[in-house]
């Protein structure tokens, strides 16, 4: 990327952005009039766009353009469905510049991060078409003269309602594995973060995705959102978010009186755990900075929690207290900058809340330095109770809980107090305690390090499941697919 901070100044200032619902092609006729809201952009607090809050009639549209799209997109072979895929992520890539700048003035992601987030993020396209390239079902011969084999029939119509702090990634994790499989979809994005989903519905139909069989309705959670969640008509309904908004989804949908499966993923409060064997503290410490600082912690797998063996906790917190420095709040259209502000004030509030909270306890703070505005600077709280606010809440910001404990037992007994399970990562040198972790941790993923830079995380062909607070239903790899799909037994007698 070769733009310079008053470049991205000056492409920010010319950006033109279409807020009209993507309901079959661009459209403002379902627009309800005077209903409206606006994207804030939190480093300045200038208001970024302003788009209709769309609500019943819109949804309803949306819903019945899918409904009609739907059988001939599932009707297409597979290939011609990746085709669209390849096509619409090269598209994505062209585009990344805009679409990043879309997500850095709306939640504030800097802009460096941004660019590199969108063009990861395509990839998300074509790895799901090339995994359901690869899925088979079962099929045998059950008795002589008789073969039965399983056929994957798409659902229909999918609801996804996204959240804010990856917006374009977010978005494509949702809607990949639904449309690849040949369904049709209607997202929700959320009302912090819309202009990159509704471009990204735009170079779908550049692509060659029939229109309707994407639908995107901008709106509030209130309205839209709402609506859309009781409706009966959707086949399944996907959402990454809050637990609160995961609630309300569940019982505005059991309110329509037609049950139809769900997945939630409802966030996390990740664990890294670091045992007594694991000898590089030092080194160690800018990356668990770097782990629950990316994206100013607004990541729900960001691991926000340090369980360190008592022997090797000083050292450790000093060393990750001196790698925040490195993280300086700036302005996030500068490239340089790798620390931009909480997306919300409200947001904000809660962040800064539970850091009031603990120091109210008694606990100590240490942050990287001042922060003004909608910044929330680096900040690290040692000693921290099992059962502190601080440490079983998700807070969605850069803060990190330290705990120590003394035994592997009460690592496991710590790790699964927070009441959370989405992931975590264990660093030890000792293979035996590594097994015990992977099996005594309730996480959809566990990752264990032996040293610094050994090997990468885990493969996206491979699915993941959420447990406890952190929600149900799988998320990528095959399994996920099937998520999708219902699945046909036939029988030939011949």
Known sequence: MSRSHQEWQHAAAALQIDTRPVIGARTAEFAEPGASFATVNPATGAEVARYPDCGRKACEAAYAQS????????????????????????????EAETLALMDCLEMGMPISTAVE???????????????????????????????????????????????WNFPVNQVLAKIAPPLIMGNAVVLKPSEVACASALRLADLALQAGLPAGVLNVVPGTGRNTGAALSGMPGFDRIVFTGSEATGAAI???????????????????????IVCASFRDVEALGPALAQRFLWNSGQVCSAGTRLLVHESLADRLVAAVTAAMADYAPGDPLDPETTFGPI??????????????????????????????????????????????PLACNEIFGPILAVSRFS????????????????????????????????????????????????????????????????????????????????LKLATINT
């Not at 056929?151 to 959240?163: F, H, N, S, Y």
């Open 117 to 163: 987030d969108v063009v990861y993020s395509a990839d998300i396209l074509r790895e799901t078409a090339s995994l359901a390239a690869s899925l088979t079902l079962d099929a045998g011969v059950t008795a002589p003269g008789t073969t039965s084999y399983n056929i994957a029939e798409p659902l229909g119509v999918i609801l996804a309602i996204t959240p």
């Open 407 to 486: 035994t592997t037992d009460e690592a496991a007994a710590l790790a699964q107090a927070s009441g959370y399970g989405l992931t975590a990562e264990v660093w030890t040198r000792d293979l035996a305690e590594a097994q015990f972790l992977i099996r005594a941790i309730p996480a959809a993923s566990v990752t264990v390090h032996s040293s610094l830079g050994a090997g990468g995380e885990g493969s996206p062909a491979l699915a993941l499941e959420p447990r406890g607070k952190s929600g149900f239903g799988v998320d990528f790899g095959r399994a996920g697919l099937l998520q999708f799909v219902q």
């Open 250 to 272: 569940q019982a505005q949908a059991g309110a329509s009186g037609r049950a139809r499966p769900m997945a939630m993923e409802l966030g996390g409060k990740s664990p890294n």
């Open 67 to 94: 409904r009609a799209a739907y059988p001939s997109w599932a009707a297409l072979p597979l290939s011609a469905r990746s085709s669209v895929f390849n096509a619409w992520a090269d598209l994505i890539v062209a």
């Open 343 to 388: 997306a919300t004030a409200a947001q904000h509030r809660r962040v800064t809340g539970f850091v009031a909270q603990a120091q109210a306890a008694g606990l100590q703070a240490v942050t990287s330095g001042p922060a003004a505005g909608l910044y929330v600077a680096p900040t690290l709280v040692d000693h921290v109770p099992a059962d502190a």
